[in-house]
T-cell receptor
Framework: DTGVSQDPRHKITKRGQNVTFRCDPI?????LYWYRQTLGQGPEFLTYFQNEAQLEKSRLLSDRFSAERPKGSFSTLEIQRTEQGDSAMYLC??????????????FGEGSWLTVV | AQKVTQAQTEISVVEKEDVTLDCVYE???????LFWYKQPPSGELVFLIR??????QNEISGRYSWNFQKSTSSFNFTITASQVVDSAVYFCALSEDNYGQNFVFGPGTRLSVLP
């Protein structure tokens, strides 16, 4: 399978614990995105990377959230001191440079987080 | 600011019926891109189509067709002869910038195709 892969697919954690999600993008894609989706809503942009550089962060990304892409390949999204409001699906996506595939972004299957 | 509206929250049809999913967008840019994604129960968002603002030609792909009308800021999606496997949530999305980030998604339309 050469699509975007995410791990773990599901995570249940107690309030106050830290969680980390991993995303492996499509291999030749240099852009990587994180989105959050809550039930009944469309995905909301969190942040994106161009290679290893984090170029934009949404206001949704509070100080408890940190994303990294150290070698420009896989990325991690860490949530510290989780709160019940963090319960959502965290979607990773990737794309090529603009103009090569027309900015189409391809999504993974998401990582479901439930904070109890 | 950009915005995408999908007024239909849920639609139910019987298999083999045609169904149209509506999408209305708002943007101040003259250059923008519109997308449709399908989200089956597994959760993955599956890319269906991309349209740029310069190309108003309608597109047909098998049982799927898209009607882009700049005059009404709409980008509607029609499934002909629907099948049970078409049951999913469908999202319309808009991207204004040249770098592909910060897509804005609509709230989605849940389509249920009944046998």
């Amino acid at each position: 399978d050469t699509g975007v892969s995410q791990d773990p697919r599901h995570k249940i954690t107690k309030r106050g614990q830290n969680v980390t999600f991993r995303c492996d993008p499509i291999s030749e894609h240099n852009r990587l995105y994180w989105y959050r989706q809550t039930l009944g809503q469309g995905p909301e942009f969190l942040t994106y990377f161009q290679n290893e550089a984090q170029l934009e962060k949404s206001r949704l990304l509070s100080d408890r959230f940190s994303a990294e892409r150290p070698k420009g390949s896989f990325s991690t999204l860490e949530i510290q001191r989780t709160e019940q409001g963090d319960s959502a699906m965290y979607l990773c996506a990737s794309s090529l440079n603009w103009g090569l595939s027309g900015n189409t972004i391809y999504f993974g299957e998401g990582s479901w987080l439930t904070v109890v | 600011a950009q915005k995408v509206t999908q007024a239909q929250t849920e639609i139910s049809v019987v298999e083999k019926e045609d169904v149209t999913l509506d999408c209305v967008y708002e943007t101040r840019d003259t250059t923008y891109y519109l997308f449709w994604y399908k989200q089956p129960p597994s959760g993955e968002l599956v890319f269906l189509i991309r349209r740029n603002s310069f190309d108003e030609q309608n597109e047909i792909s098998g049982r799927y067709s898209w009607n882009f009308q700049k005059s009404t800021s709409s980008f509607n999606f029609t499934i002909t002869a629907s099948q049970v496997v078409d049951s999913a949530v469908y999202f319309c999305a808009l991207s204004e910038d040249n770098y592909g980030q910060n897509f804005v998604f609509g709230p989605g339309t849940r389509l249920s195709v009944l046998p």
